[in-house]
């Protein structure tokens, strides 16, 4: 695969906020039952895209 230059690069994301992110990834799945993201029922899902999408409006 080429690189394309009209790409953006990669976001860079704080270690510590992926961290903290992976932290409320697993009491999210755990709370609805699932213990990877591949079992986990869609609300599930929904609730981690939310809380990822809030996030984002909250930090700079």
Same mark, same amino acid.
């Given at each position: 695969?080429?690189?394309?230059?009209?790409?953006?690069?990669?976001?860079?994301?704080?270690?510590? %906020?992926? %961290?903290?992110?992976?932290?409320?990834?697993?009491?999210?799945?755990?709370? /609805?039952?699932?213990?990877?993201?591949?079992?986990?029922?869609?609300?599930?899902?929904?609730? /981690? /895209?939310?809380?990822?999408?809030?996030?984002?409006?909250?930090?700079?």
């Amino acid at each position: 695969m080429r690189d394309n230059p009209e790409r953006e690069p990669p976001l860079h994301i704080d270690p510590d %906020e992926l %961290e903290f992110r992976r932290r409320v990834r697993d009491r999210i799945l755990r709370r /609805y039952g699932a213990t990877c993201c591949n079992d986990a029922p869609d609300d599930a899902l929904r609730a /981690y /895209y939310r809380f990822i999408q809030c996030r984002a409006l909250v930090r700079p």
